[in-house]
Each structure stands twice: as C-alpha cells, then as structure tokens.
C-alpha cells in the first residue's frame, strides 16, 4: 500500500477522483440500504425487496448502452451530472414521508431514476483512470481506489443498516445522501484530465465536440469492437463465471433483509452488508500483494470463499455468521483488483470503456436476475435460500479446476495477450 499511498500524493486528479469516489459510494451505499430496509419494512416480502433491488442493480446488465457514451463523451460532464441528478432524487423520499404519502409505489418511481443515474459509473472508471495515472501504476491505482470505496461501502452499510435505521429510521439516510452527492459532484468538476500519451478531454475537443446524433450514429460501431476484442478469447469463460457469482449474489442481496431481520433485526442486515464490505475491502487489499500468484490459483479460491458462505447461514450464532459472511467475500474482492488490472494492462486505450461496458454487462446482467429469482424462490423457501447461493462462488473454483487452461493461467505481473487469446493487431482498436 506504500506505492498506492504515493500515488495518492503525488496525484492531484487521482486524489480528486479517489475522493469523489469515496463519497459518492457513500450516498449510493446509504441509499440502497435504505431502500431495502424501508421496502422490507413496509411490505414484509422477500419479493418486494428482490425485486426493488433488481432495480438497483439494473446498470450491470444495461451499462453497455452507457460504453459508447463514455468513450465519447466529456467524461468530467458526466461525472458531475450523475451526482446532481441522484443528489435531487433521493430528496424525494424524506419528503414523501413527511406529507404522509410515503408507500412501496414510490419506491419503485425513485429506484429507475438513480439506477440511471449511476449507469455509467462502472465504464466510466475504467475509461477515466487511464488518463489520469500512468500506466506503470494502475495496480496500485486500481487496489487504492477499491481499498477506499469497498472501505466505505463497509462503513456506510454497516453504519447506515445498523445505526441510522436503527435509531433514526430508514428515511433520515436519504437527507445525508444528498449532501454526499453534492460534495462527490465537486470534486469530480475539479479533475483535469489527459495523461502524458493520452489526448486531454475538453469540450473544445474535435473528439468530444460529437453531437448527440453522432453518437447515437456511431454507437453500434462502438459496441461492435468492445464485442470484437473479447470474441473468441478465454475472457468469454471467465465472465460465465463472474455471471454465475453475480446472481448468487443478487439472490442474497434480496434476501439478506429478511435474513438479517430474523437473526437481530436492522443492526444485524446492517453489519451483514458491512462484512461483505470488509470482505472485499480486504481482498482489494490483498490483491497488489498476490499479483505474483498465478491467476488461476487465485481464482480456486472462491471455494473457499463457498465454504464460509455456508458455514455463516448454518451456525446459530449471529457473530459468526457475520464473520464468516464477510470472509467469504475476501476471494472476490483479490480476483476483482486484479481483474481489473488485467483489462487495463490488455486492452487498448480507446476501447476500454466499451470492453469494460461489455464485460460489465455480460457478467453482470445475471445481477438484477438473480436479485428477482432470489425474491420470488425465498416466499416459499424462506431465508434457508440464502445457504443455496452460496453455490455461484463454488461453481467458479469448480469451473477453473475442470479448465487446465484457466488453472494455469500465469501471474497478472507476467500475462500476456496471447495467455487470453487476445488479438492485438494494429486494426483492433479501429471503430
């Protein structure tokens, strides 16, 4: 982490950015909790909650439709508006429950609005960070910027779910929300961006001057060579994997309400989803520190992972149960920071927001999906369907040990495109 804490010295956009980041999860984080809680609370349904949150969780599958965007786009215009427009939405609920008019119908009227606010803020990280840290150091910028979001998403989640609803109610979340996004939409106009390689971004730019009939003309040329760099290439079996873990987890996500509310109540949900946090959190941090492990010894570990999801559902106790839930997610956060090195270390500048996009909706579309399945299986199942999703990280270690190929997939440090089948002809990158 010394190298990643240079960084964040030395790099004046990248401490902007980190920090506008930090916040903006902040509110995402809050709001979600939230929204949850307050669904459970006011409806009682594992269904209600699923699919509420297969909402949220919409941008997975649809942030392919926002790739082309961000490659085109002013990035900085888009950062900010996104803040903006969340910042004004959530204000909504705590009205609404103040004039007495707060029910499950204005739930579902908020949910699309943010989940479209935050459509492209997974293509638009892997797109901006390459113009504004070197690329000699994008492990370090990738585990620093993962280490201080899944940081907070731990804090907020554990905090929010477990403190403020607790005391306050689910409602007094969304007022914070708002200022968390008015501070993240701050720091992110404050970033100037272009690298040394890389052309700068600026409204003046004959590549950001596109109109918006430009960019719709273009779009499906745009989408075609994010299809084209990951046709063919062993990337393809990597993301039915991720896709099979993704809807595990949406199973959870919906369920884990109802979990927590039988096993403690808000405080319990609360610390469930900051202990995934802390899962994460950890893995991210561990990542840098294993890139000289082969990749496909890292990836077998989610079976461990699996293990201690079960084990979590199954023990009496609340305190092990969050324990173990939160070390079930250290695998996935190590082999994510590490992912994402790998897309930036291989793929071409000016498509990684297209490949990112792609990727992000191939595997996780499943997201939302499984969130919705998750709802509608635990009516009748119960909270038990919680030890059943555990199976979407086995599958992974599962998959990798069938697979020779990907089991010895060599060390992130070493890769190569050719260990992935990737093409790299001077003509890939054309749109």
Known sequence: MIAAKRLLWRNRDFRRFVAGQFTTNAGGSLYTVAVLWLAFELSGSTLVTGALNAILLLPWLLQVFAGPLVDRLPLSSVLVGSQVVQGLVVL?????????????????????????????MAPMETALLPRIVDDGHLSEANSA??????????????????????????????????????VAALLFAGIALGTPGTPERTEESDDTDASVESVLRSYVSDLRAGVDVLRGTLFVELLLTTAVANFATGVALAILPAF?????????????????GIGRLVGSVVGPYIA???????????????????????????????????????PAGASGVLMATLNQRLFPADLLGRVAATKGTASGATLPLGSLVGGIVAETLGTTTMALAA????????????????????????????????????DLSAT
Request: with cysteine; hydrophobic share 60%.
């Open 260 to 276: 927590g509310a039988g096993i403690g109540g808000p405080a319990i949900y609360g610390l469930l989803l900051g202990a995934l």
């Open 145 to 182: 910027l993962a280490t201080v979001t899944l940081g907070l998403d731990m804090v907020f989640d554990a905090v929010g779910g477990g403190g403020l609803i607790a005391v306050f109610g689910a409602t007094t979340l969304f007022v914070i929300d708002s200022l968390t996004f008015a």
């Open 92 to 120: 909504v609920l705590p009205l609404a429950a103040a004039t007495g008019n707060l029910h499950v119908g204005v739930l579902f009227a908020v949910a699309p609005v943010l989940m479209l606010a935050t459509l492209v």
């Open 292 to 330: 000289g492990i082969p990749y496909g010894k890292v990836l077998l570990l989610h079976g461990l992972g699996a293990g201690c999801w079960v084990a979590a559902v199954l023990l009496p106790s609340p305190t092990l149960t969050v324990v173990l839930f939160g070390l079930a997610w250290v």
């Open 391 to 426: 199976s979407g990280f086995g599958f992974t270690a599962v998959y990798i040990l069938l697979r020779p190929r990907l089991r010895r997939l060599p060390a992130v440090g070493a890769v190569t495109p050719a260990d992935f089948d990737l093409q790299t002809e001077p």
